[in-house]
């Protein structure tokens, strides 16, 4: 039988896990899943209260759910950010948009973390969310319940990220919502049972398998890899070029809102890569010993060019700007770099992401890129 086994370990308070800012009031539980694969309760305490201060991240929740324990890292009458991470499509649920003048939004569509306890389930290393962490979210549910009487409102109070923000989480719920459905079920129950099937098979797209013995290797020129899980300028150990990989890959860890593989390189060096299958390819089988080329790189396909409306002057950047394939700083990979000083065509110009000023869209080797806005000083034709 399942147990609550509900332990109280609060992270230090830090700007970036734990601000302290106390909720409005508490309406709803978000729940989550850590997407980590194999990492425990006790493992994200770490992770909050060491690591997030370290790569300087902006993240939390209040509770993580294992097969063993339930670990409370944040007092609940504080808020942490949970959901509202910029997600894919800002904040859905219109009953959780509050809005305060000591935290404000950036789009002042309000903010859910201001009226929510964050609840995390973890997720076992094959990607399943096990029967008996669920078993026990669901005794943590009905725990909150006793505790704050307006969430007894099961239905209406407690609420996937994915209803929030969009966001692909619970990823398991949010494919199979019957899962989710199960979860509420059990949390109404009188007893709470683990449900005998393996729970939460996670969606085909993100279950590319980590073996031991899988190479991870890249499909573009100049792929970034990092020394932290961290999509961070400053942590880029090094590029890879195309065809080139790491033999090993160890698992896959959530950084911000996407993904990386660690990986291991011949000397057993530990390094971290975006799982994106735009960039990279998994091998099941292991190729020779250290990294090398595959045989005859493919002809890139020929674009239906997009048309020059004018072009850039490439400023203010101390040598060279990036050329990236998507406008979204954290997480494309790099096309190129060219010049201060040189030109490129532009063909239009979009909002993206994770850059105030915007991305040029440029046309680089045919190809359609990306330039951070502050970077061009535009001339029309
Ligand atoms: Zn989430």
Request: aromatic share 10%.
């Amino acid at each position: 039988m399942v147990k609550l086994n509900y332990k109280v370990k609060h992270i230090r308070k830090n700007k970036y896990s734990r601000p302290g800012f106390k909720l409005l009031r508490l309406q709803a539980v978000t729940e989550h899943w850590t997407a980590n694969y194999g990492a425990t309760a006790e493992n994200h305490f770490v992770y909050f209260d060491e690591t997030i201060i370290q790569i300087g991240r902006y993240a939390g929740a209040h509770i993580f759910v294992d097969r063993f324990q339930a670990l409370e890292l944040i007092p609940l009458d504080e808020g942490t950010f949970g959901a509202n991470d910029g997600g894919t499509a800002g904040l859905k649920l219109a009953t959780l948009r509050a809005t305060d003048s000591r935290y404000p939004t950036i789009d002042g569509e309000g903010n859910a973390n201001l009226l929510c306890i964050h609840v995390e389930m973890c997720v076992e290393e094959d990607g399943t969310i096990h029967p008996d962490t669920l078993a026990r979210t669901a005794l943590v549910n009905q725990y909150l319940q006793k505790k704050f009487p307006q969430l007894k409102d099961t239905e209406n109070r407690f609420v996937r990220h994915f209803d929030v923000t969009g966001k692909n989480c619970p990823a398991p719920m949010v494919s199979n919502p019957s899962l989710w459905k199960e979860l509420l079920r059990m949390t109404d129950a009188k007893v709470v049972v683990p449900p005998s099937k393996p729970a939460a098979i996670e969606p085909k797209e993100e279950s590319t398998p980590t073996h031991k013995t899988n190479w991870v290797r890249s499909k573009v020129n100049d792929l970034r890899y990092y020394s932290k899980p961290s999509w961070n300028d400053k942590h880029v150990a090094g590029r890879l070029p195309k065809g080139y990989g790491f033999p090993q890959a160890v698992r896959k860890v959530r950084v911000e809102d996407a993904w990386q593989y660690e990986v291991k390189n011949s000397k057993g060096e530990t390094y971290y890569v975006t799982t994106s299958s735009k960039y990279v390819t998994v091998e099941h089988t292991p190729a020779t010993s250290t990294a090398q080329k595959p045989d005859k790189p493919k002809p890139a396909p020929k674009p239906k060019g997009p048309k020059a409306i004018g072009r850039i002057k490439i400023v203010k950047v101390k040598s060279a700007a990036y050329v990236q394939d998507r406008p979204d700083r954290k997480v494309s990979g790099v096309l190129g770099q060219v010049k201060r000083g040189s030109y490129l065509e532009v063909a239009g110009s979009v909002e993206g992401k994770n850059s105030e000023s915007g991305y040029w869209e440029v046309i680089y080797n045919r190809k359609r890129g990306y330039v951070t806005g502050e970077f061009g000083k535009y001339e029309p034709h």
